[in-house]
Nanobody
Framework: QVQLVESGGGLVQPGGSLTLSCAPS????????MGWYRQAPGKQRELVAA???????SFAGSVKGRFTISRDNAKNTVYLQMNSLKPEDTAVYYC??????????????WGQGTQVTVSS
C-alpha cells in the first residue's frame, strides 16, 4: 500500500519561510508528475505548484516568485520551498503524485495534508 508522507508544516510569521517535503512509502515502480495543492477554510482545493518527471515546473500566479518546487528523483521526494509567506498562504497543503506500483498502472495519490499557518 503506497502512501504519500508529508512533513514540514507549521506556524511562521509573515515574511518567513518554510519547506515542505513529500515522499511515498511502500514499494513503487515509477513516479510521473508530483505537485502541491492547498485548501484554505471555506475555499476549494487549488494547485500551488507542480513538477514533471522531466523537470518542468508550473506555479499558481499567487505564489510565483515566492515558492519553488523541486524534486530529488533518487529519493522520490518533492519539496516546496515557500518564501515571503503571507497570511493568505495559510492553508492545509497536500502532496499529490502520479505513481505506478507496477509498469503502466498509474494512479493518483494524495498525502494526508500538513497545516501551514502564517500569522504574527
Amino acid at each position: 500500500q503506497v502512501q504519500l508522507v508529508e512533513s514540514g508544516g507549521g506556524l511562521v510569521q509573515p515574511g518567513g519561510s518554510l519547506t515542505l517535503s513529500c515522499a511515498p512509502s511502500g514499494r513503487i515502480f515509477s513516479i510521473n508528475d508530483m505537485g502541491w495543492y492547498r485548501q484554505a477554510p471555506g475555499k476549494q482545493r487549488e494547485l500551488v505548484a507542480a513538477a514533471t518527471s522531466g523537470g518542468s515546473t508550473s506555479f499558481a500566479g499567487s505564489v510565483k516568485g515566492r515558492f519553488t518546487i523541486s524534486r530529488d528523483n533518487a529519493k522520490n521526494t518533492v519539496y516546496l520551498q515557500m518564501n515571503s509567506l503571507k497570511p493568505e498562504d495559510t492553508a492545509v497543503y497536500y502532496c499529490n503524485a502520479e505513481i505506478a506500483t507496477i509498469p503502466r498502472m498509474w494512479h493518483i495519490y494524495w498525502g494526508q495534508g500538513t497545516q501551514v499557518t502564517v500569522s504574527s
